[in-house]
């Protein structure tokens, strides 16, 4: 995780270099896709989509560089979670309320906060449209609306969270509820799953997994827990220095892994997971469950899926090296995304949150 820490890291100095070049030409209407500027609070020089880590730090960067007044951040909630710690959460080593603040306390002093939700971006003419009917024109626009949770495409969820021995750590109404499971475990299969999709951070589904197991040896339960992690990957890990790393511990730890397998159904109340066998499509397997840990399926938001931003895929369309648009070079996006070896070629040209 380290490495991909680094590779995050790198690209944002980059981006944070593309404006300053940016910033220090004398650039055309073409270049740019700059209109006039329009009336306070309707007009930024930079003007960024999505309060999560991403966002907020790329807005005290621009404030640092165009003052604050001329930076705003587009974002619905009032309640900024840091979800790198919902692991943690679902492992029962730190409480929900240790990952949220309010919003307004991580706004930058002096950027406006626009509390509202973007329905429509309109790069061509600089400008975006929020569900509360306004129009805000921006110089540069930064993306960093992150990824979107699509728990629906598996037939029984989000329904089946209702039931207990179910959990997922990506999502605050969710997390709680893995550690409930790990609490109430007895004896059985405890199941931990990875999509066929892309996914952020990659890590996060096996953290889980091995956090538990330490749980399980802990509390004296170990013996009586059949551990797998039914994965939809060739692979552990996209990455063979790691992968090997990870081999040795799931050997050392008795942890049985099945690959190529994902999670199509849950069936709550019978406590059963379905997964069709992606090397035999259509062949599926019913496996019991006394604790199941979802990683929900993912994708772009819905909002830039159909937008003018996006790829034939779905995501932004940006330069992997600058987070630079293709097409429109006063657009970034900015983020963390892993893409697994053997679906990155569907999704290689970027996302709204794609670094690697």
């Known amino acids: 995780m380290t490495l991909l820490a680094s590779v995050v890291s790198c690209s944002r100095v980059r981006l944070f270099a593309c404006f300053l070049r940016l910033g220090s030409q004398q650039a055309s209407p073409l270049q740019l896709h700059t209109g006039a500027s329009l009336a306070a609070k309707s007009y930024y020089e930079v003007l960024v989509l999505g309060g999560g880590s991403g966002g907020i730090s790329m807005a005290a960067r621009m404030k640092r560089k165009v003052g604050a007044e001329n930076v705003a951040i587009v974002e619905p909630s009032e309640t900024h979670f840091y979800q790198p710690i919902w692991t943690l959460v679902g492992a029962g080593a730190k409480p929900l309320s240790s990952s949220g603040r309010p ?38 626009l930064i993306i960093a609306l992150g990824i979107q949770l699509d728990y629906e495409k598996i037939k029984g969820l989000p329904e089946g969270f209702a039931h207990p021995k179910i959990g997922s750590n990506y999502s605050v109404r969710t997390v709680e509820k893995t550690w409930k499971a790990l609490q109430d475990f007895k004896e059985g299969n405890a199941i931990f799953t990875f999509p066929n999709t892309p996914v952020k951070c990659a890590g996060a589904p096996q953290k889980i997994m091995y956090l538990s197991e330490a749980y399980f040896r802990k509390t004296g339960k ?135």
């Open 103 to 140: 919003t307004a306390n991580v706004i930058p002093s002096g950027v406006e906060w626009i509390k509202a939700r973007v329905v429509d971006l309109n790069p061509d003419k600089n400008c975006i449209h929020t569900d509360d009917d306004k129009k805000i024109s921006y110089k540069y």
């Open 222 to 356: 170990r013996p009586k827990a059949n551990i797998i992690f039914n994965t939809s990957l060739g692979a552990i890990f996209g990455v063979k220095k790691y992968a090997d790393a990870l081999q040795k511990i799931i050997q050392e730890r008795a942890l049985t892994v099945n690959y190529k397998q994902n999670l199509i159904e849950v069936r709550a109340d019978k406590q059963e997971a379905v997964f069709e066998n992606l090397d035999k499509p259509g062949e599926t397997q019913v496996i019991s469950y006394e604790m199941l840990h979802v990683t929900p399926p993912m994708s772009p938001p819905d909002v830039l899926k159909t937008s003018p931003v996006a790829d034939a895929a779905g995501w932004v369309d940006v330069d992997k090296d600058t987070l630079q648009h293709k097409r429109y070079p006063n657009v970034f996006g900015i983020g963390g995304l892993y893409q697994p070896a053997d679906i990155k070629d569907r999704c290689r040209r970027s996302c709204p949150v794609r670094n690697t």
